[in-house]
Structures are given as C-alpha cells and as structure tokens.
C-alpha cells in the first residue's frame, strides 16, 4: 500500500515569502562576500569576480527556484484522528501523528509571516521524531487548523505518551 500525499497545499503566498527570505540570506552572504572584497589586498581581484558571479548566480538559481520546489512539496491535512503532513525540497519527508499523541499545537508569526499574512502551525506530540510543523498557511486558515486539532485533540481517549 503506497501513502498518498496529504490534500490540502500552503498558501501560495508562502512562495513569496521564501523567496524574500532567500534573497535576505544572499544579502547577508553578499554583503560578507563585500567585506571579503575590502578587507583582501591582493593586487588580482580575479578570485573575488569568480566568486561573486557564482555566488550571484547559485543566490538567483535559490530564490528562483527553491520556493516553487517547496511550494509544490509542502501539504498537510487533519482528519478526526490524525494530523499529516510532507515538508521538505531536498529531504522530503512524510509524517502522520495521531491525535491521541498531540501534546501541544501552537500557532507563530513571525515578522515575513505577518507581512505576507501567513502562520506556522506547530504540532508537538510525543514522539522522538520532534513537532510535525505546517508553514505558509494563511492566518485564518491556521487559526481554524489550530482549533480544530485542539478540541479534537481534547476529545481523544488516549494519554499523549
């Protein structure tokens, strides 16, 4: 039996929001790339040029492309028993926890999150494997994810251990 993705796919506002994130990294690697520029006195800048270009090109290839990859792989669902998720680009991965496992589920916004009008949704539970996380959803939509699993959570007969 094959495991079939969950159905529900991120805001497709999270594109945007991983492409600004990726170009603030560029920034900050350019800017040291920058520093490396000025601080270096050798009188053959040739290293310097090879870098920056690659770094300008592999930075561009990133933020082009990392996001629509993660977009298309990231999904999540919640059924009155368990909540599923697939996360990932280069390491996808595959989660499902019962609900009578859920410990915690939180809701975070951060300052990217806010401006696009997103949310994460965090599901601890009580497994070594970690929380199950949910990026890029829309804020109401995350809002009704966390109530829906809260109170089904609640309701469930099993101890969460």
């Not at 600004?20 to 520029?37: D, H, K, S, T």
């Not at 050798?42 to 040029?49: E, G, K, S």
Request: proline share 4%; glycine share 8%; charged share 20%.
């Amino acid at each position: 039996m094959q495991l079939r993705e969950p159905a529900h796919l991120v805001s497709p506002r999270a594109i945007r929001m991983w492409t600004v994130e990726a170009v603030l990294g560029a920034l900050f690697l350019g800017a040291a790339q920058l520093g490396w520029w000025f601080l270096d006195d050798a009188p053959d800048r040739t290293l310097h040029v090879v870098v920056g270009a690659l770094w300008l090109l592999l930075s561009a290839a990133y933020a082009i492309g990392m996001p629509r990859w993660r977009y298309r792989v990231h999904r999540w669902e919640a059924t009155p028993h368990a909540i599923y998720t697939q996360t990932g680009w280069f390491n996808q991965e595959r989660r499902i926890a019962p609900l009578s496992r859920v410990q915690t589920v939180d809701l975070e916004r951060g300052p990217l999150a806010q401006l696009f009008g997103l949310a994460t949704v965090t599901v601890t539970t009580a497994s070594a494997a970690g929380a199950l996380e949910i990026v890029g959803l829309e804020v109401g939509v995350a809002r009704e994810l966390v109530d829906t699993l809260t109170s089904a959570a609640v309701a469930e007969k099993g101890d969460a251990t």
